[in-house]
Nanobody, 114 residues
Framework: QVQLVESGGGLVQPGGSLRLSCTAS????????MGWYRQAPGNQRELVAL???????NYADSVKGRFTISRDNAKNTVYLQMNSLKPEDTAVYYC????????WGQGTQVTVSS
């Protein structure tokens, strides 16, 4: 069983930045593909970014060039650096860990508003 705890969400003005963190419990973090998803009210949950065990990354077109996913296996933590935030980035952001089985965090709210 893996538990994921997200942090770093909040309220930010358009053009601002936030860094989300997700820390996993237990062993084997380096074997998990890690991802960030988001869900806005009335929308389906969508992939934002993922990072593989070897450090390969993939991003949604809407966040390319603005968001960066990274991982620190020594800290069992994955990060999402979000720059140039837009109101349409407002959503609950969820951390995801995948190794056959999929685990989800509880989510952290990101609100981009002036």
């Amino acid at each position: 069983q893996v538990q994921l705890v997200e942090s770093g969400g909040g309220l930010v003005q358009p053009g601002g930045s936030l860094r989300l963190s997700c820390t996993a419990s237990g062993r084997g973090f380096n074997m998990y593909t890690m991802g960030w998803y988001r869900q806005a009210p009335g929308n389906q949950r969508e992939l934002v970014a993922l990072i593989t065990t070897s450090g390969g990354t993939n991003y949604a077109d809407s966040v390319k060039g603005r968001f960066t996913i990274s991982r620190d296996n020594a800290k069992n933590t994955v990060y999402l650096q979000m720059n140039s935030l837009k109101p349409e980035d407002t959503a609950v952001y969820y951390c995801n860990a995948r190794i056959g089985i999929v685990y989800w965090g509880q989510g952290t709210q990101v609100t981009v508003s002036s």
